[in-house]
T-cell receptor, first 114, second 110 residues
Framework: DAGVTQSPTHLIKTRGQQVTLRCSPK?????VSWYQQALGQGPQFIFQ???????QRGNFPDRFSGHQFPNYSSELNVNALLLGDSALYLC?????????????FGQGTRLTVV | RKEVEQDPGPFNVPEGATVAFNCTYS??????FFWYRQDCRKEPKLLMS???SGNEDGRFTAQLNRASQYISLLIRDSKLSDSATYLC???????????FGTGTRLLVSP
């Protein structure tokens, strides 16, 4: 059983560019959440997708957008990249039908903006 | 004020020591509580859930005090492999959104 997989694992982009990160949830999971982890900080919630809709959003600008596909996989898009967007981007999947369900994390995508 | 606050450390302890981490949270509506472990440049992994009655998993004991909005993690007989960052995490009602503390770094030395 594959766990949560993210691609790519590493990425270098230039300021002003756009980036798309991808996530495949653990088998049986229907909810995908995205987190940004800056160096020395805990992960910060970006947004969550369930039934192909954004259900909740953290304190991130509209430059951050996402999508969930019918197979539950998800994409995170960031436009007009800033140096401050350099971080580890984590995808977590869970199953909506269970209270307090464990969220499983992918290995993350390390984004460097230069 | 951050919603979840932790001492970032680092905590430097010798093998075999007992070490305790504390965490406070500000949202009284928080319903679920966890400790996650994160190794350097890796993803967070669930260490244990935290229940009001307190719970133990081998050398690890977690406690929750809802009245004080305080969570703790005790590690007994520390091993070199326990060296990692320990993240205090709360989940609020409704959506499965996790709110993380900054993390406490533990370094266990021989």
């Amino acid at each position: 059983d594959a766990g949560v997989t993210q691609s790519p694992t590493h990425l270098i982009k230039t300021r002003g560019q756009q980036v798309t990160l991808r996530c495949s949830p653990k088998s049986g999971h229907d909810t995908v959440s995205w987190y940004q982890q800056a160096l020395g900080q805990g992960p910060q919630f970006i947004f969550q997708y369930y039934e192909e809709e954004e259900r909740q959003r953290g304190n991130f600008p509209d430059r951050f957008s996402g999508h969930q596909f019918p197979n539950y996989s998800s994409e995170l898009n960031v436009n007009a990249l800033l140096l401050g967007d350099s971080a580890l981007y984590l995808c977590a999947s869970s199953f909506q039908g269970i209270m307090n369900t464990e969220a499983f994390f992918g290995q993350g995508t390390r984004l460097t903006v230069v | 004020r951050k919603e979840v606050e932790q001492d970032p450390g680092p905590f430097n302890v010798p093998e075999g020591a007992t070490v305790a981490f504390n965490c406070t949270y500000s949202n009284s509506a928080s319903q679920s509580f966890f400790w996650y472990r994160q190794d350097c440049r890796k993803e967070p992994k669930l260490l244990m859930s935290v229940y009001s009655s307190g719970n133990e998993d081998g050398r690890f004991t977690a406690q929750l005090n809802r009245a004080s909005q305080y969570i703790s993690l005790l590690i007994r007989d520390s091993k070199l492999s326990d060296s990692a960052t320990y993240l205090c995490v709360v989940m609020n009602t409704g959506f499965q959104k996790l709110v993380f503390g900054t993390g406490t770094r533990l370094l266990v030395s021989p």
